[in-house]
């Protein structure tokens, strides 16, 4: 195969049912495979990241962490026996609005947007979803907004639109009309083994629209660390990975790298470089290749929250039976991980979560999460002018 980017190395751990890409060693490009030049970050030229080239390999559990394991199970429940008078009832409060209940909790629905994207939501609502109500209500209702937003100050295209991660593990076919647009460390080994396929880039989509989950985003960014460090052997030295560094400077080196590898070329990066896009912001798994990243996908119709996965790929038509899905590798259940790799972020300092926030802003203007103290104030008036931007 010919691959764009640098690949990931690793073997699929036993007892996993995934189809396997084409695995292209970490480091050193293998023999055969062409890897196309990129551009400096915030030039026009499409910039590839770096990105794994295995499903099995992709450690992605953190989907369970904690009590997100009760979550989906009670979601993948009210997924398949929705209550059409228990979860949802509307009722027009003034023109162009109306009041939805998900769980007893009242939210207002924008009916100006899509029909499609209005209906989603509330069959979201209707199956309990609501957390993947949310985040499907937020993202509809500013993505243009944001967009034009963005367009409108070139340092802010060069700093914020520098994907589109991902691409060569781009989506996961679930059936004829919907794909799971994988962000990576938001449960892709799942829909693996749901799907029972392997991953499949842009040109193979066709034209199904795209299904994807997302979570808060500070736990993304530390999801993605441990995720790298766990794999890193030769790397152990680092400072982002040495264990007698407490966590709060680990991860501020981290972040420090991630910056550094953007400001570099492909083709000059080293192995420190690997698997960086795990801590990207998941929003960049968004943007559109076609476009060199310089614009969102038009073809996402839902995105709900990774918490409610199960009842997410249920909603979008998957015919299989969530019971019979095998245990994904957790984190909580990595040795590697749980010793070394702490993804707490109640473990870092204001000002290190101030600097994680501005790298990973882009998943607050689009997603429905609270960000960090130190940051609300900036977000919350990027939030006012993207409010007032006409599309």
């Known amino acids: 195969d010919e691959v764009e980017g640098?690949?990931?190395?690793?073997?699929?751990?036993?007892?996993?049912?995934?189809?396997?890409?084409?695995?292209?060693e970490v480091g050193d490009q293998e023999e055969g495979d062409?890897?196309?030049?990129?551009?400096?970050k915030g030039n026009e030229a499409e910039v590839d990241v770096v990105e794994e080239e295995a499903a099995g390999d992709q450690e992605e559990g953190d989907e369970v962490e904690g009590d997100v394991v009760e979550e989906e199970t009670n979601a993948v429940i009210s997924a398949s026996e929705p209550s059409q008078n228990d979860n949802l009832n509307t009722i027009t409060e003034e023109k162009n609005t109306m009041s939805v209940l998900c769980n007893g909790e009242e939210y207002i629905v924008d009916e100006t947007a899509s029909k499609e994207h209005v209906g989603n939501s509330i069959s979201m609502a209707q199956r309990g979803l609501c957390r993947s109500f949310q985040q499907n209500?937020?993202?509809?209702?500013?993505?243009?907004?944001?967009?034009?937003?963005?367009?409108?100050?070139?340092?802010?295209?060069?700093?914020?639109?520098?994907?589109?991660?991902?691409?060569?593990?781009?989506?996961?076919?679930?059936?004829?009309?919907?794909?799971?647009?994988?962000?990576?460390?938001?449960?892709?080994?799942?829909?693996?083994?749901?799907?029972?396929?392997?991953h499949v880039k842009p040109d193979e989509v066709g034209?199904?629209?795209?299904?994807?989950?997302?979570?808060?985003?500070?736990?993304?960014?530390?999801?993605?660390w441990a995720e790298c460090g766990s794999r890193a052997t030769d790397l152990k030295e680092s400072k982002w990975f040495d264990p007698d560094i407490n966590v709060n400077k680990r991860a501020l080196f981290w972040l420090w790298n991630l910056e550094s590898c953007l400001s570099t070329k492909l083709r000059s990066r080293g192995p420190e470089c690997v698997c960086i896009s795990h801590s990207f912001p998941q929003a960049t798994f968004l943007l559109d290749p076609e476009t060199k990243g310089t614009s969102i996908l038009p073809n996402i119709e839902m995105v709900g929250h990774l918490s409610e996965l199960h009842g997410m790929l249920l909603l979008a038509g998957l015919d299989y039976d969530p019971s019979e899905v095998k245990s994904v590798r957790i984190a909580s259940t990595n040795p590697s991980k749980v010793s070394n790799f702490s993804w707490n972020k109640n473990m870092l300092s204001d000002g290190t979560l101030m600097l994680i926030c501005e790298f990973v802003i882009l998943d607050y203007y689009l997603f429905d999460?609270?960000?960090?103290?130190?940051?609300?104030?900036?977000?919350?008036?990027?939030?006012?002018?993207?409010?007032?931007m006409l599309v």
């Open 6 to 24: 640098h690949g990931e190395g690793g073997d699929a751990e036993g007892g996993d049912e995934v189809e396997v890409d084409v695995v292209v």
């Open 34 to 40: 062409e890897v196309e030049a990129d551009e400096e």
């Open 137 to 198: 209500k937020k993202y509809f209702s500013v993505k243009d907004k944001v967009e034009a937003w963005i367009h409108s100050q070139p340092e802010k295209e060069k700093e914020l639109f520098y994907g589109p991660a991902g691409k060569n593990l781009f989506a996961v076919i679930l059936n004829d009309k919907y794909a799971f647009k994988h962000i990576f460390k938001n449960g892709g080994t799942t829909v693996n083994q749901s799907a029972k396929r392997g």
């Open 207 to 224: 034209n199904r629209s795209l299904v994807a989950v997302v979570r808060d985003p500070i736990d993304h960014f530390m999801s993605g």
């Open 369 to 388: 999460f609270e960000p960090p103290a130190r940051c609300r104030d900036t977000v919350e008036s990027h939030s006012a002018m993207i409010a007032q």
